[in-house]
């Protein structure tokens, strides 16, 4: 790689007087000494030093290739040689109609219309408002409400937030919500109930089916994280949980959105998680991989059920009223569609399925590891719970930043990758190949010993 010469410490004071960043306590973010990122090349990012790092949680769960991807490189040359942007209100332009046609046929089958956006928010935003509308043109006006899962995250804006369950996040804005009403979630390290998989997911579908008892009749919509419950901790559902989901949410008449943000385009093993078992939502959001971890496009896919609830004269005013200025960009479809495509030319989904075995035996060993208690994962989301005491399952206390310092450790060791509080994320990009994995597993397995052992 060829890097510019750039004056790191004029960077850094200039980071410091202008920019204010996401999730990040910016009193003490200051004085410390910031990463500014120069390149990346493959699953590798080199900051304005020279220090080269893994992309261990692929830039915030996006990426897949791996970055400076030709073939993705090249799609937006190529788009840009004929427009980098036009409006997708009331017209349409060509990368925007063959992603979506690409994009059904990948969908689980019966998820018919693509709505673009440019966030995993405001594709989960958008789920919200049509399951709303979808039932006001459907004449019942009863059901204005959302169900949602403990601990769940749907992003940051205020409907996204509305339905979202993590108290650190969302603790704040509570006046400012609408209220959703929370079920309990199947994390089973910590489940009230001994037992196995199948007693698990009995145990949280008859909690679920109680919430839905006594509130279908108000309920617009289910939402959830399908198989893996994300930002709560990468927590993975028991097996037929979420068929059991579909059938509850057909049963008692509410909409199900499967929010794949995080878990689509072959983050878990299968195109969609919910394609692990054979589960069509009536609406599912995807964004984070679609493009490759390159440009900001969202989508909220709908059955053909919920789109043409919203067809009707103009004077009806069923119009689902609802844009924003990047919907459909040009070059952000390209490059989605130039990801798509080499994920299939590389039989990318195959390779991570096998790899995801190779993975899951190189986890056994953190097992071992005093402080692990417990490792989860599906695919290439994995997620390592830390704990004081295994027996105990006693958890660190907040002000310990366990996971910081876990995260700190293997950022001085090469990897840069971001905890959720005591767990330690591991999603490298799926074109990560084993010897690289290895590389990165060594990183981590050094950082939780020594940070938690020593
Ligand atoms: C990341 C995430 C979002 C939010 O996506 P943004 O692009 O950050 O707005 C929504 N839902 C889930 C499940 C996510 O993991």
């Known amino acids: 790689m060829l890097v510019k010469e750039w004056d790191y410490a004029e960077l850094a004071q200039k980071n410091k007087q202008y920019v204010w960043h996401p999730f990040t306590q910016m009193k003490e973010y200051i004085e410390d000494d910031p990463i500014i990122i120069a390149e990346g090349n493959g699953r590798k990012l080199r900051d304005v030093q020279g220090n080269e790092y893994w992309d261990g949680v692929s830039s915030i769960w996006l990426n ?104 650190l996040y969302h603790e704040a804005y509570s006046s400012l919500l609408f209220s959703s009403i929370k079920a309990p979630y199947p994390y089973v390290y910590r489940s009230p109930i001994n037992g196995s998989g199948k007693e698990q997911t009995d145990f949280f579908l008859a909690k679920l089916e109680e919430v839905l008892k006594a509130h279908h009749e108000e309920t617009a919509a289910l939402i959830i994280e399908p198989i893996v419950q994300g930002a709560s901790g990468i927590i993975v559902m028991p097996d037929g949980y979420l068929r059991g989901v579909r059938e ?52 909220t896919v709908a059955t053909n059920e919920i789109y043409e609830a919203f067809l009707g004269e103009y004077e009806e005013k069923k119009t689902f009223f609802h844009g924003h200025s990047y919907t459909g960009n040009q070059l952000g479809c390209a490059v989605a569609i130039a990801n798509l495509e080499l994920m299939e030319k590389k039989n990318l989904i195959l390779e991570v399925q096998q790899k995801s075995l190779y993975l899951a035996k190189e986890l056994e060993r953190f097992r071992q590891l005093r402080h692990v208690g417990d490792v989860r994962q599906k695919g290439f ?32 060791l090469g990897m840069l990758i971001r905890p959720l509080g005591n767990v330690i994320v591991f999603m490298p990009p799926l074109a990560a190949t084993t010897e690289e994995l290895d590389a990165m597993l060594q990183i981590l397995h050094q950082a939780i010993q020594e940070v938690t052992e020593g």
């Open 64 to 167: 897949v290739h791996g970055h400076r991807v030709q073939e993705l490189d090249q799609a937006i040359r190529d788009q840009l040689d004929h427009i980098a942007h036009s409006t997708l209100l009331g017209m349409a332009n060509i990368p925007a109609i063959l992603l979506a046609e690409k994009l059904i046929g990948l969908m689980p089958q019966g998820l018919a219309k693509v709505f673009y956006s440019d966030s995993g928010a405001t594709a989960v935003e958008i789920a919200i408002k049509m399951a709303f509308q979808y039932w006001q043109h459907k004449g019942k006006r009863k059901k204005q409400r959302f169900i949602t899962m403990k601990e769940a995250y749907h992003g940051d804006t205020i409907g996204a937030v509305s339905v979202g369950a993590i108290d």
């Open 248 to 299: 509850l949410c057909t049963k008692y008449n509410v909409l199900m959105i499967a929010d794949e943000v995080a878990t689509g385009f072959g983050r878990t093993g299968h195109w969609f998680a919910c394609d692990h078992e054979n589960v069509t939502p009536d609406i599912l959001t995807a964004g984070k991989g679609l493009t490759g971890g390159y440009l900001p496009v969202a989508i």
């Open 381 to 412: 989301m994995m997620g390592l719970e830390l704990v004081v005491n295994r027996d105990a399952k006693e958890a660190y206390d907040w002000s310990e930043r366990i996971g910081v310092r876990v995260c700190r450790r293997a950022r001085e």
